[in-house]
């Protein structure tokens, strides 16, 4: 922590009497980096600004806005806070993100600072590298995050990327700092969640210093991936005009430079929802404009379509109507409703909520899509088919939730699954042959 704190005072800049912004739950790690900053302040007779957001899902969460408040109060610190009323279609955590960085930066605004500091520390970054490496990412998506990020008008810093989480706690306890405790990091049920619990902990046991490790491979990657941004960029204005790619310019570069174009397009498409794209997404494009095929159109996650057209290819989202949407299934599948449709190895559970397929009687790959009028499937142990909306009303769902409502069907067009409903004749039981199993939680 000391050495987090020698980077704030010595590396930063900071000027006597200017503004920072610092983001901060109440958790153990935004708490200590608050206190942090409480001792700049002392040292340079900075002013700060806590910016607190009540994502408005928990009952604790008004109270803990009280704690930070209070906080605030004693050490002098201008306290800021906005409440989410209300979440749409997209998933939580997404659009919870978005939302907070919304805010912080009209913070940033409002106050002229030039820094946003976040808690995120080594463990944190241990995570993520470790979560994109099993999901597939961009060669910048594998380094995890940056100690800094350079905004259009500010420069998010992240001074604990050195710390590990053992180290934070140590620190709190050291200087007596109270903090809460958010319950729902405990449930298996999230990805990082199962990370941080049962992954990260063996990669301690071989090396307590893995962190600085991870650090290391981080940079690398990110002095790696500017080298080749820059290459990009020297090109990409001669093969990617107005949401156009040239595929016979495209073809004529070497594979890794045509790998970066199509993730530098995709992350100029998705910006803050790039955790939607995997390297399959980026498989099926380039395999795509390979193909002898003059026509062609892959559906990717938040309703946005590539669509080959002889020598050129067009990202859109046209045609796409409001709560409609259309998505290959890979691994994972964020849905516009909230949930999430993984790709298990194993499951005991025999409930509408897993469903369990043969790929000799599927055709791959299979899609996950919003209701379109007419809609019949098989269900389980009846005779011929059922309307998908008879369905809907048997089971109570409302207006609002059936257009949301996920609906899985192979490349054929069929449906072979209505998660959280009704399973198809293809659903198979666990003494029958199947190699596909899809969890909808």
């Known amino acids: 922590m000391e050495n987090a704190y020698k980077y704030i005072l010595d590396q930063l800049d900071l000027h006597y009497g ?31 600004v ?3 957001v009540n994502h408005n899902v928990r009952k604790e969460s008004a109270d803990e806005l009280l704690f930070v408040e209070k906080f605030c109060m004693r050490h002098s610190v201008i306290f800021e806070s906005m409440k989410i009323e209300e979440y749409g279609d997209d998933n939580f955590h997404n659009e919870a993100r978005t939302k907070r960085y919304s ?40 380094s995890g995050f940056a100690e800094y990020v350079k905004m259009p008008n500010y420069i998010v810093v992240r001074p604990l990327i050195k710390v590990t989480k053992d180290e934070i706690i140590k620190y709190d306890k050291q200087h007596k700092i109270n903090y809460v405790l958010d319950s729902s990091n405990q449930k298996d049920v999230y990805t990082r969640n199962r990370f941080r619990k049962y992954i990260v902990p063996e990669f301690k046991k071989e090396d ?59 992350e100029h498409i998705y910006q803050d929802d790039l955790m939607l794209i995997t390297d399959h997404h980026v498989d099926l494009i380039y395999n795509m404009m390979t193909s002898k095929k003059a026509n062609a159109t892959i559906y990717l996650p938040n309703g946005v379509k590539a669509i080959k057209t002889y020598s050129s290819l067009l ?71 059922k309307k998908i909306n008879d369905i809907f009303i048997d089971s109570k769902i409302s207006t609002k939730d059936r257009d949301l409502w996920p609906i899985v069907t192979d490349s054929n067009g069929v449906i072979v699954w209505l998660p959280g409903l009704k399973k198809s004749k293809f659903d198979k039981t666990k003494e029958e042959k199947y190699d596909i199993i899809l969890k909808y939680y």
Do not use: W
């Open 208 to 266: 307590k210093n893995v962190h600085a490790k991870f650090y290391k491979f981080s940079r690398t990657l990110l002095e790696y991936n500017d080298y080749i941004d820059k290459q990009v960029e020297k090109k990409i204005k001669k093969i990617y005009l107005q949401g156009m790619l040239d595929i016979t310019q495209f073809l004529k570069e070497e594979h890794i430079i045509q790998n970066k174009i199509i993730y530098y397009i995709l």
């Open 50 to 52: 806590c910016a607190h």
């Open 315 to 385: 990202f859109t989202f046209d045609d796409i109507k409001q709560n409609e949407y259309e998505i290959e299934i890979c691994d994972y599948v964020n849905l516009p409703n909230g949930k999430n449709i993984e790709r298990v190895e194993k499951s005991a559970s025999t409930d509408n909520n897993v469903c369990y397929l043969s790929s000799s009687e599927v055709k791959l790959p299979l899609h996950v899509r919003s209701r379109k009028n007419g809609d019949k499937m098989h269900v389980k142990g009846m005779l011929g088919s």
């Open 103 to 142: 805010y912080f930066e009209k913070l940033v605004e409002k106050y002229h600072a030039r820094y946003l500091f976040t808690a995120h520390h080594g463990d944190d970054l241990i995570e993520t590298i470790l979560m994109r490496i099993v999901r597939g990412s961009t060669l910048k998506g594998y």
């Open 18 to 48: 200017e503004t920072v912004v610092v983001a901060v739950s109440g958790g153990p790690d935004s708490m200590a980096l608050l206190h942090l900053l409480t001792r700049i302040k002392q040292a340079i007779d900075i002013n700060i």
